[in-house]
């Protein structure tokens, strides 16, 4: 069944992309990712000496600090510096710079929607932009659920505001890898099977949030498409 939405996109038609690299000329790496009207700036800054209170000092340490459109950060923002923070704990190779800090700024420049996940992409070209090590890359998306029972990918903002529930959901993604072959696998499954963030907003059952986790796999290829023509 088609879902009429506003912009006359499908149900699983993304918006728009478009990113840039090297935006910010004091940064040692940056990048703006847009997805519709929705813009986010990454800017990157290190490794420098030295790693903040509670860290592992035999590893690399990561700072992400959000910085939303105006006024203060919130509730939302601290936990969006958390999962910016755990994803890119999980993608970078932290033993090759151990007792260092990077400085990751997120700058929101419009909020229309799906504004976590677009952070996270353009988190991601930013690293790549700063030389940082990466194991591998992140491609995230926003899945929405209708009251009806149907699922919506990359909504606007409106959308998101009369969706039952949601889910950001960030998968593994291969593109630029330094890990060997058989290092990108998962219990014998390619690396794009697995999973390294999941963020839900509302309530939805296991099934629903089952059939969310494969609409947003199967997304993502476009996604991954997309980063490998950027990076080139």
């Known amino acids: 069944m088609d879902i009429d939405r506003k912009d006359g996109r499908t149900a699983n038609q993304l918006r728009p992309l478009s990113c840039s690299r090297n935006v910010l000329n004091r940064a040692h790496g940056s990048a703006s990712w847009s997805q519709g009207e929705t813009k986010v700036l990454a800017a990157v800054y290190g ?38 923070k755990k994803t890119v704990q999980s993608i970078c190779v932290l033993n090759v710079h151990p007792n260092t800090t990077t400085s990751i700024i997120i700058q929101v420049v419009n909020d229309d929607g799906a504004l976590l996940p677009c952070a996270i992409n353009a988190l991601c070209a930013a690293l790549v932009d700063a ?4 194991k591998h890359l992140a491609v995230a998306i926003c899945c929405c659920l209708t009251g009806s029972g149907h699922i919506l990918l990359d909504p606007s903002k409106l959308e998101e505001q009369r969706m039952k529930a949601f889910v950001y959901l960030v998968f593994p993604n291969s593109t630029l890898s330094v890990l060997p072959e058989e290092a ?12 390294i963030t999941s963020s839900t907003h509302g309530v939805m059952s296991v099934d629903d949030y089952i059939c969310c986790l494969e609409r947003g796999r199967a997304a993502t290829s476009k996604l991954s498409d997309f980063f490998r023509r950027n990076l080139q």
């Open 131 to 134: 030389g940082i090590p990466l």
């Open 47 to 84: 490794p420098k000496a030295g790693t903040n209170k509670n860290e592992n000092p035999e590893k690399a340490c990561f700072e992400v600090i959000w910085k939303p459109k105006t006024g203060q950060i919130g509730k939302a923002e601290k936990e969006y510096e958390m999962i910016l």
């Open 184 to 195: 990108l696998k998962m219990r014998g499954e390619p690396m794009e099977h697995g999973l």
